[in-house]
Each structure stands twice: as C-alpha cells, then as structure tokens.
C-alpha cells in the first residue's frame, strides 16, 4: 500500500504538534515507519487519507465497541448538537445515562462523569485517599492508568522499596507513595502490604489488563486482591476503562463475580466520545464535593455530545442480549484461526483472549505479567505489523497494546484476517 499522503501530513504536523501525535503510541515509534492518518471509518473498517481502507483491531483503542459510527450514536450527537453544544450547567442527560449505568453495574450506587479514563483514575484515587485518610497506593507494573504524576512509576527492587519516576517531571516526592506490584502475584501484593500496614489507601489494577498485551488474572486472583483488601482496610480500584461494558454489561465485576470500591471507566462509555467515569457505593461517593471534602471537577464533564453518545451506546448494550455472545463467539474463533496459522508455519507465540479482547504475544512461554510480557519477541511483531498493515490489517502498533473485536466484523472479515496472518507468517519464517 503507498501511504504517500500520510507521510506528508505527518512531516506537517511534525512542526507544530510534538512528535507529530498527540498521543505518544500513535508515531509508531515502537514498530518504526510512518504512522496512518485516519480520514474516515465505518462498521469495522478504517480508511486512511490515501485511500487504503483497513480491518481495523484498534476500534478507536476500545470504545468502538459496536462498530465505527454507528448509527443511533450519531444521530444522538447530531441531534443534541442542535440545541447547544456545552452550557456549564446541569442537564437532564446526565441524569439518564447515570441512572443507566447504575443499573448495569453491580456494587455501584453513584457515579460521576469526567472527561477522560486519566481523569477518572486520578479522581478515584484521590477519592479512596479522602476516603482512608491514607497516602500510598498500590498499582501493578504494566497496568496503564493514564498519564497522572502517581501512575508513571516504575517497579523499585523489592517489596519495600519505594517506586521512581519513569517520565520527567514526575517528583519523587509523588512517586514515594506508589508502591509496584507484580500482576497476578498475590504473595507480593501482601508483602507489600505487610510491609506498609496502615499506610495503604488503594489497590489500583486492570482487572483484565490490556496494556501489556491482554492478560487475564489467574483463577482466584481478584477474589485473593478482594480478601487482601478486607483484611488491611484497603480499598479495591478496578480500572475498566477498557474492559467496563465491553467484557460484559456489568464489566468484570460481573464476569469475575469480584466487587471492586470504586470502579473507573472510559472508553465504551462514550460511545467513541472523550467521556471518562467514576463510581462507588453511596458511602464513598459521599465524601466527593459538593457532599464532602474530596474536590473534584471540570467545566466539561457531563458534556451534552458526550452524554448523548455514551447514553445511545449503553442503551443499545443494555438492549441487546446476545452482544457478549456474538463478541466472545468470534474473538474465539479469531483465535482458532491465528493459532492454526502460526502453529503451521512454527512460529513461536501465545495468545491471551478474554471476551472481545485477544493479543499475539511472540513468546515461548505463558504470558502473565509485564515480565513476561516483556520477552516477546519485538522484531517479530514489528515485521508481523507492517505485514498486516500491507494485507490491510490495522493491529495496535506495539507488542503491548490488546487488539479490540467489534460486533461490526463479520466472519467473512475475520476470514480475511486469518488469510492475512496465513502470509505474513510466511513471510516471517
């Protein structure tokens, strides 16, 4: 495919945006080339600005949950468009779409809306702060929460050691109270908190973690995490951004049958708008003003487009029983059909899939946490990357990023999918 436009918008944007992108993963720095630029996309295709239209397994990074503009989403937007498009004050919408995810969500009396899964992540943490009236919180290494100062941290060396700043700018002052974990290691996550009694105000993690690659808990982990919470007084942060309304309507509260203290989402919620939220029983919601102490705003939350659009999005899941099923029925059968290729053409790998997430890490052993996530084979993924893209395939340009089903694919696309991954394979061997 000849990418000739793209090239030249993002030699433009080169010289008025940092780096090109305004999101680092987009420059495709991790696969090398020249990143796509998006000109339009329908159902579960893309098309660039040459021309060139792709299968695309990035779905906007998740919200495009079924299928790119989709059709009541946007005639909500154009609708709700027509009678102001922010006004600063409370409307009506708000109402509606809270009172809807409330009942699709299990453990959740009050949510409130933000305006990105960041935003949500760092309200929910400040929150269980308030909460606890304590400082230090727990995350995993690998799981991605935005990009706010107490979630850039990288792992110290041992239980005790305090994390350090992995991005300039973050103080290390901010960074002594973000203890890292290893993903489903739950010894380590009480040894931590053994080590840190009384000081822990949360656990931060995807439950389903989509950031390195998709890798699911082991068997019993969120149910250990829960447990471990009770004990020490600590509050249990899901970050389902990502995987909340996608894995299931309840998210993985319902999937895992875990209850989790606060709950973030993003992504879905929006309906492919830049919506974010956060939720909690009625006791900790509470403390958030204007109720209590805990401050937290934004002139655009609770935006009208964006209400519209994550209300006509909900609805439609909410509506439809057999969504979660048609999803899981064809990542699985994507699966099948990747697995048959790349054993044929002895390609070592392993795939990570739960619901209508599923990553091709090229790793010879079981993928369970940034560690291992981190011996796959990236020269490998860079080729098998730009072989899709040639095929036109749109995957995630990084080996640690999940790719996202939308109900929009057809058989016949994930066919063509599979045929794809049949020739890149052997081009690779």
Not at 235 to 250: C, P, W
Not at 369 to 383: I, L, V
Request: glycine share 10%; with cysteine; aromatic share 8%.
């Amino acid at each position: 495919m000849l990418y000739k436009r793209s090239s030249a918008l993002f030699k433009e944007a080169n010289q008025v945006i940092p780096g090109g992108v305004n999101s680092p993963v987009r420059a495709f720095k991790a696969v090398g080339g020249t990143p796509i630029f998006a000109k339009s996309a329908k159902g579960a295709f893309i098309y660039d600005e040459d021309g060139n239209r792709f299968i695309d397994y990035i779905n906007s990074w998740g919200p495009m949950l079924l299928g790119h503009a989709y059709k009541p989403v946007v005639d909500a937007v154009v609708e709700k468009a027509k009678l102001g498009t922010s006004f600063g004050m409370p409307t009506e919408i708000e109402t509606k779409i809270a009172e809807l995810a409330v009942s699709m969500v299990p453990n959740i009396d009050q949510i409130r809306f933000v305006n990105s899964g960041t935003e949500a992540c760092m309200s929910a943490v400040r929150l269980a702060r308030g909460y606890t009236k304590k400082e230090k919180i727990i995350k995993f290494a690998g799981c991605y929460h935005g990009h706010s100062d107490a979630f850039l941290i990288q792992a110290g060396s041992g239980a005790v050691t305090f994390g350090s700043p992995n991005s300039p700018g973050v103080t290390q002052g901010t960074a002594k109270d973000t203890l890292l974990a290893r993903y489903n290691d739950i010894e380590h996550v009480n040894s931590i908190l053994e080590a840190n009694k009384g000081e822990v105000a949360c656990i931060i993690l995807e439950p389903v973690a989509g950031n390195m690659g998709c890798i699911p808990p082991k068997q019993t982990f969120l149910q250990d995490l829960r447990e471990a919470c009770n004990q020490h007084g600590v509050l249990l942060v899901f970050d389902e951004v990502m995987t909340g309304f996608r894995l299931a309507k309840g998210g993985c509260q319902e999937l895992y049958n875990v209850d989790a203290d606060v709950v973030c989402f993003g992504k879905v919620i929006g309906g492919g708008l830049p919506v974010g939220a956060f939720a909690a029983r009625a006791e900790i919601m509470n403390h958030l003003a204007p109720n209590g102490s805990v401050y937290q705003a934004g002139t655009l939350s609770g935006n009208p487009l964006a209400m519209a659009a994550g209300l006509a999005m909900l609805t439609a899941i909410n509506d439809d029983d057999q969504l979660f099923k048609r999803l899981e029925e064809k990542t699985a059968y994507l699966h099948k059909g990747i697995k048959n290729v790349l054993d044929k053409h002895s390609i070592t790998h392993t795939i990570n899939r739960v619901g209508s997430m599923i990553s091709v890490h090229f790793a010879e052993d079981e993928v369970v946490d940034f560690q291992s996530a981190a011996k796959g084979n990236n020269e490998t993924f860079k080729a098998f990357f730009h072989g899709m893209l040639d095929e036109g395939i749109y995957i995630a340009p990084s080996a640690f990023e999940t790719w996202f089903i939308t109900d929009a694919l057809t058989y016949e696309d994930l066919d063509k999918t599979i045929a794809a991954v049949d020739t890149v394979a052997n081009q690779l061997t």
